[in-house]
């Protein structure tokens, strides 16, 4: 195996052009590690993101060789391509410099699908007690561990395609709170999800499933966003 | 209003889905047994079973086509409002009336 990467990094904002590197090849090496040494050993103007460096943060997704991927837990091994390594920022946001995007829109439309807990109790009163097995708590549990990557969002071509739909992420976490017995504003979130760019927008391809980094099924979540459109709203904990 | 168009969308495939396989094996029955044109209409015509079969279908089709077009608009392009409604009840009722009157000329005694 050759000694060095051969790194292509996007330079600049919507428009731009690929710069070259030729990064030395470590074990175990990551994506974010060849973009940390681009940054620190050859050009420290690079701009990019990253926080935890272990995947938990979300912060570090980026197109690599035409698919997005967090990069912090992507071996460069798995995907390089005769030797190299293309990467640039996630598709359908707005690039703000070089591999970082801006992150607005995609939180946004997390808050437009009202994906924020409503209590409906007070700190006065008892724990609800929330049954592990309720089918409703598991469909909750199945989505819960998102990290607000956005992989998911750039994989989505009706994302790309239409500006206004919410995406996965954000369905994604209005399945959850739809089945969340001590939420107080589930109308509220149903309301928004069955609009214009909402639930009914998605057509099911499964690339947000396909990419997600830690293995959610937001196709699953918006499929049953869909049902309860059709009548299975009732079904909902109380 | 995205939510009744939906339900409406979906029904009216649940309806289509069989009526297509019913369509298409009454179409291989006719073809295959050699039946002649005056042969078919002697059996649809004056028929209420063909006439709703066929006038639900049609009505279904109608329904269900501009909802489905409207989405691939409103995805593909950026046309909303009046026009857009306007131009899809018209696509409708298109097809309901070249539809009905395919439906009358068989099933009309």
């Known amino acids: ?238 | 209003m995205e939510r009744h168009l939906y339900i409406l969308q979906r029904v009216t495939a649940a309806i289509m889905a069989p009526f297509v396989m019913i369509h298409l094996a009454v179409i291989f029955y006719a073809l295959g047994g050699g039946l002649t044109a005056s042969e078919i209409l002697g059996r649809t015509r004056g028929d209420p079973a063909w006439a709703a079969f066929y006038g639900l279908f049609v009505l279904a089709l109608a329904t269900h086509a501009p909802i489905g077009l409207r989405a691939v608009l409103r995805e593909w392009t950026p046309w909303r409002g009046p026009s857009l409604a306007a131009v899809l009840l018209a696509f409708g009722l298109l097809l309901l009336a070249l539809g009905l009157r395919a439906v009358a000329a068989v099933v009309l005694p």
């Open chain 1, 1 to 238: 195996m050759a000694e060095i990467v051969r790194v292509r990094v996007w330079r600049g904002g919507a428009e731009g052009q690929f710069q070259a590197f030729e990064v030395p090849r470590r074990a175990n090496q990551t994506v974010l590690d060849l973009v940390t040494w681009v940054q620190r050993e050859a050009d420290p103007t690079l701009a990019y993101r990253f926080a935890c460096r272990v995947g938990m943060c979300g912060s570090c997704a980026m197109t690599v060789n035409g698919r997005p991927r967090w990069t912090c837990r992507t071996h460069v091994e798995r995907v390089e391509r005769d030797g190299g390594v293309e990467i640039a920022p996630l598709r359908s946001l707005p690039v703000i410099r070089d591999l970082a995007c801006d992150m607005t829109v995609f939180f946004e439309k997390w808050q437009g699908a009202r994906g924020r807990f409503a209590p409906s109790q007070t700190r006065r009163d008892p724990l609800p007690a929330i049954k592990p097995e309720a089918p409703a708590r598991q469909e909750a549990d199945a989505g819960i561990e998102c990290i607000n990557c956005a992989v998911c969002y750039a994989a989505c071509d009706v994302v790309a395609r239409k500006p206004d739909y919410l995406g996965p992420a954000a369905l994604n976490r209005a399945w959850t709170l739809a089945n969340d017995g001590r939420d107080s504003e589930r109308e509220e979130i149903l309301t928004r999800v069955w609009r214009d760019g909402g639930a009914f927008d998605c057509h099911s391809h499964g690339s947000c499933a396909e990419h997600c980094p830690v293995g959610l099924e937001p196709t699953r979540a918006i499929a049953g966003l869909k049902r309860l459109a059709l009548g299975g709203a009732k079904r909902l904990p109380k």
